[in-house]
C-alpha cells in the first residue's frame, strides 16, 4: 500500500488534489497542478528559504518561477483536460520513489485522439533537479508538438515577487547533442534572492522533424514538433533544474551544472529511488489490520520528508511544508511540538537542522523579548527567514472579510519559547547527542528560561508569580491570565535549565563557565529563577482539574454536543468575542500540557483533565492539532474507542479534507501528530532519561505494528501485535 491514487478528475476538487500530489525533497515541493494547466490552478513551487516581502504577512514564501509547463499538442490542437473528451484518466502518487504519474486518454474538439501521460519527479538524490517524462501514444497520422517552457510569470495569488534578470540557450556541445540547455534567472524584487532554472527537452523516441528555441521574455521555450503514426509512442524529456544565490554565488553555474549533469530518465529515476529507499528503510511504519491507517501513516511520512530540510540548517517546516500558500511559509510550534518528535525518531539528523535554524534565530528572538522589555529569548510566533515576528497583526474577519480582526498570538503566545526548549531536550534526550547541546542546546534552553523569568510577573497580594495576559494554544480564548500550559512550560524550561547547566558543568566546565559569563547567570538571578519555579501559579481544583486559566471554570458552560450536527467552528458559532465567554475550546490545552509532561502527573489527574475537557473541546472544527494530541492522551488512559475516533479523525485531515481547507497545504502538524498517535499512543513507545520500553494498546482489529526508531544513534526495531 504505497500509492495514492485517483480514477477522476473533479475540478471543484483540484485545489485539495494539487495539495495531496504535491512532490518534493526537501529543498523544494511542486503542488500537483497539471503540467499543461488548468483553469483556476493554484500551481506553485516552492523552495525552502526563498521569502520575499509581503503586505500584512510581512514574508511568504515566494512562489517559484514555474518548471511544470509542458503542452503537447495533436495536429495544431492544443491538449487541455477542460475540452474535447477525456475517456480514461488515472492519476497515481508513488509514496516509495515520489513519483507522480498521470495517464489519460484524450480526444480533440478536431477528433485527434491520442494516450497521453506525464510522470514527474523532483529528485531525493540530485535535490536540485526535477523531471517530466511524457509519452504519447497517437491515434492518427500527422504530427505532434511538444513545448517546454520555465515561466517566471508566477505570483502569490496576485503578488509578483519575482523581476526578470536575463535568459538565454547555451550553445549544442558535443556532450550535449540532444537537449541543450535553456535557462532562465530571476530575482526576488525584496529580498533580492537568485533563482536560476534550467531545462533541456530531450526526444526520446519518435522521429523529430523540428526543435526550436523561443526567447519569450520570461518565458523561453523548447519545442519540439515530431512525426505521428498511428500506435507508435513517442516519448519526450524534459530535464529541469534549480539553483538560488541561498546555495552559492553562481546559481546560473549551479544550474547548467545540474541540469547537464542529468544522463537520462532511467538513471535519474534510479537514483531517485535508491534515495527513497534509504528513507523509508529508516522512517516507515507499518500498520497491519487497518489500511486506511496504513495509507495515511505513509502519505503523512512522505509529506513530512518532502519537506525536511536535509542539506540546510537556515530554514524552518512552515505549517503546511512547502505545499501550499497557507501561512504563507510561515513555522509556528507546529515544527517543534508536532513534527520534530517524528524527526528526532526517525532522522536525528534532520531534527538537528531544525534546532539549528532555532539556536541560529536566537539574535531575532533575544531582539523580541528586549523590544517588550524583557531578558532571554522570546521566539517569534510565526517564524520565516530570519526568525523575526511575522504574525500578521490583523487578517480579514471570516464573519465578514470587508472588516479586519486582530490577531493577538505574535503578541501573546509566550509559551512557543518553552515548546522550542522543549524540543531541544526532546531530541537530546532521545539523540544522546552532547555535541549539539554543549554547543548550542544549552545556549537556547538557558535564554528561554531567562525570557520566562523576566516575563514572571510578582503578585504581591497572592504572593506568588503569574503570567497576565497571554494566549494559550486555546486560541479561542485571548488575553487570559495564567494559563496553565503557559505556566507550567515556562516552569518546565526553567527547571530544565537547571538541569542542563549542572550538566554542562560537569561535562565542560570551560563551555559552562563561558556561559554563565556572556548569559549574566549570576547567582542572584539563578535564586530568582528558583523562586519563579517556586511560586508560579498554577490553579488545581480539589478534584484534580487544572484550571485551564484564571477564571475558566466560570465561565459560561458549552455542550458541545447540542449544536450538532454542525459544520462550523465553535469560535465561527459564537464569533470572536463570544467564544471568549464559553468553556469552549479551540484545542487540547490542559490535556496538551499533561501529554507533553505525561510522566509527572498520576493517571487520576489525566484522567480528572481528559474527562472535563474533552467533551469541551472543538474536535471537528477547531484545530487540526487537537486530535492527534487527544488520541494520544486518550490511549494512555485506556479510553480505546475515544483514542480511535480521535486518531482517525487526525488521519483523515488531508486525505478526506475534512476540513475543507486542504487546498491551501498539507496540515503539517496534523499529519505528524497522527503518527505519534500511532508511536506514542496505540504502540505506547515511552522514552525516558534511563532508556526506552513500549506499552502498546493497539486497536482491536490492527494485528501488528512494527517500526524503526534511532535511540542513541543506534537504529532500534519495534514490533507489536494484538493477541
Ligand atoms: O500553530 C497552530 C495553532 O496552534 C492553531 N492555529 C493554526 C496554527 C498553525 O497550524
Known sequence: MWTIHEESFQAQAQHHKETIFTIGNGYLSTRGAFEEGYPGDRRATFVHGVFDAAPIVFTELANAPDWLPLVVLLDGERFSMDIGQLTAYARTLDLQTGTLARRLRWVSPGGKAATISFERFTSLADPHIALIRCRITPEFEGTVEVRATLNGNTDNEGLMHWRWIGQGALPRSSEHKRGSAVFLHNRTRQSQIDLVSAMRLVGVMGRRLTEHFWDVENAPTLSMTLAARSGRQIIVDKFVSLATSRDGSDPRALALEHVNAIVDWPAALQANADAWAKEWERCDLVIEGDEEAQIVMRFNLFQLLIAAPRHDNRVNIGAKTLSGFGYRGHAFWDTEIFMLPVFILTSPAIARNLLDYRYLTLPAARAKAKASGYEGAWYAWESASTGEEVTPTWIPDFRDRKKLARVWTGDLAIHISADVAYAARQYWRVSGDNEWMRAHGAELILETAKFFASRAEWN??????????????????????????????????????????????????????????????????????????????IHTLPGGVIEQFDGFLQLKDANLAEYEPRTRSMQEIFGIEGANQYQAIKQPDVVMMQVLLHEEYSEASRRANYDYYNPRTDHTYGSSLGPSIQAIAACRMGYAEDAYEHFIRSARADLRDVRGNAGDGIHAASAAGTWQAVILGFAGLEITDDGWRVNPRLPAHWKRVAFTFFYRGQAQKVEVTNP
Open 460 to 537: 504581591a497580594e497572592a504572593q506568588r508569580y503569574d503570567y497576565t495576559d497571554v494566549i494559550g494554544p486555546d486560541e479561542n480564548h485571548d488575553h487570559v491570565n495564567n494559563n496553565a500550559y503557559t505556566n507550567r512550560l515556562a516552569q518546565w524550561n526553567l527547571q530544565t535549565a537547571f538541569q542542563i547547566l549542572d550538566w554542562l558543568q560537569q561535562d565542560a566546565p570551560e563551555k559552562a563557565a563561558e556561559l554563565i559569563q556572556r548569559l549574566d547567570l549570576s547567582a542572584e538571578r539563578l535564586a530568582h529563577w528558583r523562586e519563579v519555579i517556586e511560586k508560579l501559579h
